[in-house]
């Protein structure tokens, strides 16, 4: 992502894009990596799977000092009796139900003990859910994101993050998406408007110095 292109000034001329202060604590969400989303011939594509296992690092480091970290995954209902507009659009997400494999977190992210894994039927990882408070109860004021796709549920739920009072952080090398077009152009977006975008270099060593 070029933050320094002629369309970025366009933004920085209407005072997009303001850096914003991470107050701790953090947290991380890791949004629908699970199998169907990394396999370029079910939901993935470009760089998926890529960003999956970018995002081992980032979950090591939670993990060790011990950060909440949520998981989320698109379930369906066997029967479909919870089809929404979401699935009207996109017909063959109903086939993500609880136990089939292509709903499963993938193996390099398996949540352990302690963690919380969130089901969820549209985009954003806070509706419909109780993840909003449990970062209250956690104390969770910086949001870490990482997962798929870029253009769709993560920033569905980094804009509903900025909405419910957190500060988003994007990990640019741990989001992907099925096109190059959609990933490129949404990262852009996000950092004028509602989040950091930040690699999981510059985020580790945050963390380290923190």
Not at 22 to 38: A, E, K, S
Not at 62 to 86: C, G, H, K, M, Y
Not at 95 to 106: F, M, R
Not at 175 to 187: K, N, P, T
């Amino acid at each position: 992502m070029d933050k320094y292109s002629a369309d970025a000034e366009v933004f920085h001329k209407q005072s997009f894009g303001t850096p914003l202060v991470w107050p701790p604590r953090f947290g991380l969400l890791i949004v629908d990596f699970v199998r169907g989303f990394t396999d370029p011939d079910v939901f993935g594509g470009y760089n998926t799977a890529e960003a999956a296992q970018n995002t081992v690092a980032v979950l090591q480091t939670f993990r060790a000092q011990q950060l909440p970290v949520v998981f989320t995954r698109i379930v369906f209902a066997d029967d479909a009796s919870d089809a929404n507009v979401f699935s009207e659009k996109v017909p063959a997400m109903l086939a993500l139900t609880e136990t089939h494999p292509d709903s499963q977190v993938v193996d390099i992210l398996a949540p352990i003990k302690g963690e919380l894994v969130l089901n969820k039927t549209v985009p954003s990882a806070f509706f419909g859910t109780n993840l909003a408070p449990y970062y209250a109860l956690h104390g969770v004021r910086s949001v870490v994101i990482c997962g798929a796709t870029t253009s769709g549920c993560v920033r569905a739920s980094a804009v509903d993050a900025m909405s419910h009072g957190l500060k988003p952080i994007i990990v640019s090398d741990c989001v992907g998406d099925r096109v190059q077009s959609a990933h490129e152009a949404s990262l852009r977006d996000m950092d004028m408007k509602y989040c950091s975008v930040i690699t999981a270099q510059e985020l580790l060593a945050h963390l380290a110095s923190n």
